[in-house]
C-alpha cells in the first residue's frame, strides 16, 4: 500500500489529511515538526510526502532539500501564503507540487495521485529501452517484442543490453569477452560468435524491426538502427 508522510505542526491539518488520505485508501506517517518529518523518512519506507512549508526545527524549504540530496521521492509543498516566492522556491527546490491553506481535501488527494501516477510513469519510462518493436526491461531483466516476452539466456540478454545501450559502436570479440565474460574468461572468442550467432536467430524469429547485429568486417559487432541513426 501507499504510504504517504503527512508533515504539519497543526494538529487539526494532520488528522484531516490522515482522514482523507486513509479514505483514499493510503497508509500515512505523522510528523509534527521538520526534524521529526526527517526521522520518519530516514526510518520509513515513504512513497510521498504532504510537507508544510513553515515547520518548526526545520522549515519545509531547508527539510525539501535535505530530501532531494538524498531521493527523488514525490514532494508536495503546503503553503499558508498564495505568494509566487513560497511556490517559485519549492518548486526550485525539486517539490513536485503544491498546494496552498485553505485547501479542500479532494484536491490534495487528487493531486497526490496525480504525482503519484507522473512519477510511477517517469520511473517506469527510466527502466525501459525501446528500439522499434523491441524492448527491454532493465529491473526484470526481460525482452519482449511487440509486447511479447522473448526468451533469452542471461548471456544474449546481456549482448543485447549492451549492442542496444551503446548503438553503432563496434564490441571487438576480446571486448566482449572482457566485458561479458570476464577478464579470467579462458575459452576462445569462437563463444562470442555462437551467442551473437544464436541471439540473432532468436530476433530474426520474433520479427525484430527497428534494427540489427551488424558484422564489422575484421573489427566486431555493432547495433545499427534500420534508419543509420544512432
Not at 520518519?40 to 525539501?64: R, S, Y
Not at 519482449?144 to 548471456?155: F, I, M, N
Request: proline share 2%.
Amino acid at each position: 500500500m501507499t504510504r504517504l508522510l503527512i508533515a504539519d505542526d497543526n494538529a487539526a491539518i494532520r488528522d484531516i489529511l490522515e482522514i482523507a488520505a486513509t479514505a483514499a485508501g493510503f497508509e500515512t506517517v505523522l510528523a509534527v515538526d521538520g526534524e521529526d518529518a526527517w526521522q520518519k523518512f530516514a526510518h520509513e519506507d515513504i512513497d510521498l510526502i504532504l510537507l508544510d512549508v513553515m515547520l518548526p526545527k526545520m522549515d519545509g524549504f531547508t527539510l525539501c532539500r535535505k530530501i532531494r540530496q538524498e531521493s527523488a521521492v514525490p514532494i508536495i509543498m503546503i503553503t499558508a501564503r498564495g505568494d509566487d516566492y513560497d511556490r517559485i522556491m519549492g518548486l526550485d527546490l525539486g517539490a513536485d507540487d503544491y498546494v496552498v491553506k485553505p485547501f479542500s481535501t479532494a484536491e490534495v488527494m487528487a493531486r497526490v495521485k496525480a504525482v503519484l501516477r507522473r512519477w510511477q510513469k517517469d520511473a517506469s519510462d527510466k527502466d525501459l529501452i525501446a528500439c522499434g518493436n523491441l524492448r527491454l526491461h532493465e529491473k526484470q531483466g526481460q525482452a519482449q517484442v511487440d509486447g511479447s516476452p522473448l526468451s533469452l539466456t542471461h548471456k544474449e540478454y546481456d549482448l543485447l543490453h549492451l549492442f542496444l545501450t551503446h548503438p553503432q559502436q563496434i564490441f571487438s570479440r576480446e571486448h566482449l569477452l572482457d566485458l561479458l565474460w570476464g577478464y579470467d574468461y579462458s575459452g576462445d572468442t569462437r563463444t562470442v560468435d555462437t551467442h551473437i550467432r544464436r541471439l540473432r536467430a532468436k530476433l530474426d524469429k520474433a520479427g525484430v524491426q527497428g534494427g540489427s547485429i551488424a558484422t564489422v568486417w575484421g573489427r566486431g559487432y555493432r547495433w545499427e538502427n534500420e534508419d543509420g541513426q544512432s
